[in-house]
T-cell receptor, first 112, second 116 residues
Framework: DGGITQSPKYLFRKEGQNVTLSCEQNLNHDAMYWYRQDPGQGLRLIYY???????QKGDIAEGYSVSREKKESFPLTVTSAQKNPTAFYLC???????????FGPGTRLTVT | AQSVAQPEDQVNVAEGNPLTVKCTYS??????LFWYVQYPNRGLQFLLKYITGDNLVKGSYGFEAEFNKSQTSFHLKKPSALVSDSALYFCAVRDMRTGGNNRLAFGKGNQVVVIP
């Protein structure tokens, strides 16, 4: 899981509440990513950021928001507008020189 | 759009036998290809990548992958499987839709079960 931390590991929320997932990296990587993983569907990109104060929507951005105020941090907010928020969320980072992405340990969010 | 396909949902192999996990890709231009492994309730771990050069790429934990341009494949292999290799394996390709970044497109994953 390298130098990327995600907290908490498990998160429980009631429907209608916003929740923020933390992602921090100490790899000095410029780019950071958020993915959602559901059984049998692989990884789907929610948002990504190539540089501080800039981010782009991925394939399934609706109902999510992000910020990138510091190079080390890329928090993801799951809003009440997300229809099916229960999933495993993975954060990753990369550097343009190394191509591959390095992943955090993930946060399992359960909304009831 | 760039994409990868992992045609098998699950691969069962006896311990000690060769392990192969299949991946085919579809890209415009030269592919950047990756393999990752995921253990239950954990993040993905990088195994290996093909960017350019030798078609046989060696990676972590004794895994290797062969890039085949004519068949657009990048199959993951291990000569002798261990029970501890039981995990979910993902193939990925660099998504060049917005060139200059390292956005990846992932396959749906293959569950590997190594039988003792």
């Amino acid at each position: 899981d390298g130098g990327i931390t995600q907290s908490p590991k498990y998160l429980f929320r009631k429907e209608g509440q916003n929740v923020t997932l933390s992602c921090e990296q100490n790899l000095n990587h410029d780019a950071m990513y958020w993915y959602r993983q559901d059984p049998g569907q692989g990884l789907r990109l929610i948002y990504y950021s190539q540089i501080v104060n800039d981010f782009q929507k991925g394939d399934i951005a609706e109902g999510y928001s992000v910020s990138r105020e510091k190079k080390e941090s890329f928090p993801l907010t799951v809003t009440s507008a997300q229809k099916n928020p229960t999933a495993f969320y993975l954060c990753a980072s990369s550097d343009r020189e190394i191509h591959e992405q390095y992943f955090g340990p993930g946060t399992r969010l359960t909304v009831t | 759009a760039q994409s990868v396909a992992q045609p098998e949902d699950q691969v069962n192999v006896a311990e000690g036998n060769p392990l192969t996990v299949k991946c085919t890709y579809s890209v415009s231009g030269n592919p950047y290809l990756f393999w990752y492994v995921q253990y239950p309730n954990r993040g993905l771990q990088f195994l290996l990548k093909y960017i350019t050069g030798d078609n046989l790429v060696k990676g972590s934990y004794g895994f290797e992958a062969e890039f085949n341009k004519s068949q657009t494949s990048f199959h993951l292999k291990k000569p002798s499987a261990l029970v501890s290799d039981s995990a979910l394996y993902f193939c990925a390709v660099r998504d060049m839709r917005t060139g200059g970044n390292n956005r990846l497109a992932f396959g749906k994953g293959n569950q590997v079960v190594v039988i003792p």
